[in-house]
């Protein structure tokens, strides 16, 4: 018993001993910081009473974003790739509110919806372009925002597309 009480004691010992001559640690200050009290202001009101939001799907949250453009693509022929990605957790479309796009998108539906795709909508002139597409890719989760980070980075040039597990495709 004594014995056991000894070894205990020898190692709290040794690790308050670690503990008190350890560095502490820097995780880094990566420019100038500020208050989190405008952004806590906008969710919970100035008054500090919580503001609840409601999402509707399918709705356009944010009028003002529009027009929504992508530079690096444009409408196009894409050659198709057995380029697997990988982490890829849930098929990825590609699209924009143009006639093609359009029509690339209701000749694809059906798949789209059998392969659990989400659809990125990547050039819009107004809202009422999106939700026309929306329209279209019904049920089809569809999202509304640039994508010039993912064309740069996969070097995509042109849409429609469909980025899955199994490569790209048109």
């Known amino acids: ?10 190692w709290l010992a040794l690790v308050w ?3 008190a001559a350890a560095a502490p640690v820097d995780l880094g200050t990566y420019g100038p910081t ?8 906008r969710v919970q009101g100035i008054d500090g009473k919580a503001t609840r939001y409601h999402a509707q799907p399918g709705k356009v949250r944010v009028p003002h974003a529009f027009p929504i453009r992508t530079p690096e693509m444009t409408p196009g022929r894409v ?3 057995r380029h697997a990605f990988t982490g890829v ?25 059998e392969l659990g795709a989400v659809c990125l909508v990547v050039q819009a002139k107004t809202t009422q372009d999106v939700e ?4 279209t890719l019904a049920p089809v989760p569809t999202i509304a925002a640039s994508a ?21 495709e048109q």
């Open 1 to 10: 018993m004594q014995r056991s009480l000894l070894a205990r004691a020898w």
């Open 17 to 19: 001993v670690h503990a």
């Open 34 to 41: 500020e208050s989190v009290e405008r952004y806590r202001q």
């Open 79 to 81: 050659t198709p790739s």
């Open 89 to 113: 957790q849930r098929p990825l479309c590609v699209v924009g509110t143009d006639p093609w796009s359009q029509r690339w998108a209701a000749n694809r539906r059906a798949r789209l919806l």
């Open 132 to 135: 026309a597409l929306r329209a």
């Open 148 to 168: 010039s980070d993912l064309a740069r980075r996969l070097g995509l040039t042109h849409y429609p597309v469909l980025l899955s597990g199994e490569g790209v």
